[in-house]
Each structure stands twice: as structure tokens, then as C-alpha cells.
Nanobody, 115 residues
Framework: QVQLVESGGGLVQAGGSLRLSCKTS????????MGWYRQAPGKQRELVAD???????NYADSVKGRFTISRVNTWNTVTLQMNSLKPEDTAVYYC?????????WGQGTQVTVSS
């Protein structure tokens, strides 16, 4: 079992910044990759960014150069630094942990970017 709790969401004006945090607990030694996903109203969930155990990162084209995924003590905490936010970034953001057996999800945190 892996438990994930997101925090840091909120309301921000376009051009502003937010930092999301995902606190982990449980059997995180089994985790290969962690990432952030988001789902906007009426749209499919999409990968925002992920990071592997060795530190390799991937980003959605829409957030490259603006968002940065990082971690503390491997999987203790995974963060998403979001800069130059746009209204189209508005969504519920979910933390995800991938293991060889299954994936785990946090409860989500709302990010709203006003124009």
C-alpha cells in the first residue's frame, strides 16, 4: 500500500505561481515512477509531469518550461512547481505513484487560474 496526500492548490492569477506537494507513506520502496496528472472539467485526465527513481523527468508539451517536478529523499515528497500559470492550467491535480503491480492516486487538489 502507498498513501498519497496532495496539498498546495488554490486560486492564483494568470502569470502567478503555485507549488504543489505530494506527501507519501506506506510501501514507497516499490515505487518506480511518480507523477502529476490533471483533469479539467469536461476533459480527459492527462499527464503533466513524472519522475523516475533515477531522476529522469517527462513533461507535457503544454507545461514545458513552466512546470518543474522534483522530489525530497526519493519518494518522501514529490513537488510540482508551477510558474507562469495560465487559465488553461485550471484543473484538479492528482499525485500518482506507479509500482510493478499497480498505481496509486491521491485525492487531488484544485488549481484555479483566473484571467
Amino acid at each position: 500500500q502507498v498513501q498519497l496526500v496532495e496539498s498546495g492548490g488554490g486560486l492564483v492569477q494568470a502569470g502567478g505561481s503555485l507549488r504543489l506537494s505530494c506527501k507519501t507513506s506506506g510501501s514507497t520502496f516499490t515505487v518506480n515512477t511518480m507523477g502529476w496528472y490533471r483533469q479539467a472539467p469536461g476533459k480527459q485526465r492527462e499527464l503533466v509531469a513524472d519522475i523516475s527513481r533515477v531522476g529522469s523527468t517527462n513533461y507535457a508539451d503544454s507545461v514545458k518550461g513552466r512546470f518543474t517536478i522534483s522530489r525530497v529523499n526519493t519518494w518522501n515528497t514529490v513537488t510540482l512547481q508551477m510558474n507562469s500559470l495560465k487559465p488553461e492550467d485550471t484543473a484538479v491535480y492528482y499525485c500518482n505513484a506507479k509500482t510493478p503491480l499497480r498505481g496509486y492516486w491521491g485525492q487531488g487538489t484544485q488549481v484555479t487560474v483566473s484571467s
